[in-house]
């Protein structure tokens, strides 16, 4: 974040309420928007680490990506000398532009690629909100062609048995790795991937069983991770 908390003191807000707000994108500097922010924005920015924007044509509090899922994760954020307008550094989940595009300032069609990760730490968490949308999705799929919906369709015991199960499994696969030795370390990191991916699978088939969005995690993770 920036090195001085941005208060909504030192915004000139003006007449109209609004500033422009300029997004960049953390990992490359890309400019990949220009929308309004106001006290409530901001203020919503601040609280969550998502970015939210004052919506002009409705006249209301937008948070960027609610109906995509395309949300822009809060980096940094800091204001120009004269305190009316401020740039946001956010790493996106995805297309930034409503028309699928990295960038509202890309071509139409131009790839909607994401910037790769800045340091190798980065471990493209992002590529969740995808999945989350294809579950969510599949709610309302046959469940005669669609594993997930039977899964849904099954109420809240059947993904948490498969949670239940997929957990212990995770327990498992990692003793056999743990007790592997060197030459058998690659099948047995192969097989424990296997079975974190089926348990976050169905992790968020059971959120979604109980219309638990994943953000409310998120933000208790968030809440816990608060000094």
Same mark, same amino acid.
């Given at each position: $974040? #920036?090195?001085? +908390?941005?208060?909504?003191?030192?915004?000139?807000?003006?007449?109209?309420?609004?500033?422009?707000?300029?997004?960049?994108?953390? &990992?490359?500097?890309?400019?990949? $928007? *220009?929308?309004?922010?106001?006290?409530?924005?901001?203020?919503?920015?601040?609280?969550?680490?998502?970015?939210?924007?004052? #919506?002009?044509?409705?006249?209301?509090?937008? /948070?960027?990506?609610?109906?995509?899922?395309?949300?822009? @994760?809060?980096?940094?954020? #800091?204001?120009?000398?004269?305190?009316?307008?401020?740039?946001? @550094?956010?790493?996106? &989940?995805? +297309?930034?532009?409503?028309?699928?595009?990295?960038?509202?300032?890309? +071509?139409?069609? &131009?790839?909607?690629?994401?910037?790769?990760? /800045?340091?190798?730490?980065?471990?493209?968490?992002?590529?969740?909100?995808?999945?989350?949308?294809?579950?969510?999705?599949?709610?309302?799929?046959?469940?005669?062609?669609?594993?997930?919906?039977?899964?849904?369709?099954?109420?809240?015991?059947?993904?948490?048995?498969?949670?239940?199960?997929?957990?212990?499994?995770?327990? $498992?696969?990692?003793?056999?790795?743990?007790?592997? +030795?060197?030459?058998? @370390?690659?099948?047995?990191?192969?097989?424990?991937?296997?079975?974190?991916?089926?348990?976050?699978?169905?992790?968020? *088939?059971?959120?979604?069983?109980?219309?638990?969005? %994943?953000?409310?995690?998120?933000?208790?993770?968030?809440?816990?991770?608060? %000094?």
């Amino acid at each position: $974040m #920036s090195e001085k +908390p941005i208060l909504q003191g030192d915004v000139a807000w003006g007449s109209t309420g609004l500033v422009p707000a300029v997004v960049q994108d953390a &990992a490359d500097g890309r400019v990949l $928007m *220009v929308a309004y922010v106001d006290a409530e924005a901001l203020a919503a920015t601040l609280a969550t680490g998502e970015v939210h924007f004052h #919506s002009r044509s409705r006249d209301h509090l937008w /948070r960027k990506g609610e109906t995509s899922g395309n949300v822009l @994760r809060l980096e940094d954020i #800091s204001i120009d000398c004269d305190g009316d307008a401020l740039l946001i @550094r956010a790493d996106p &989940a995805g +297309p930034t532009c409503h028309r699928g595009t990295r960038s509202c300032f890309d +071509p139409a069609n &131009a790839p909607g690629e994401v910037a790769p990760a /800045r340091t190798a730490t980065r471990q493209g968490f992002q590529w969740l909100e995808t999945l989350w949308s294809t579950i969510d999705a599949r709610a309302t799929a046959d469940p005669a062609t669609s594993y997930t919906a039977r899964l849904l369709a099954g109420g809240v015991d059947a993904p948490g048995r498969k949670v239940t199960e997929e957990a212990t499994e995770v327990l $498992m696969a990692a003793k056999d790795d743990a007790a592997a +030795p060197p030459d058998r @370390r690659e099948a047995t990191r192969d097989a424990l991937t296997g079975e974190v991916a089926d348990l976050l699978y169905h992790t968020l *088939v059971l959120l979604r069983e109980r219309g638990l969005p %994943p953000a409310e995690v998120i933000s208790r993770l968030r809440d816990r991770h608060a %000094p």
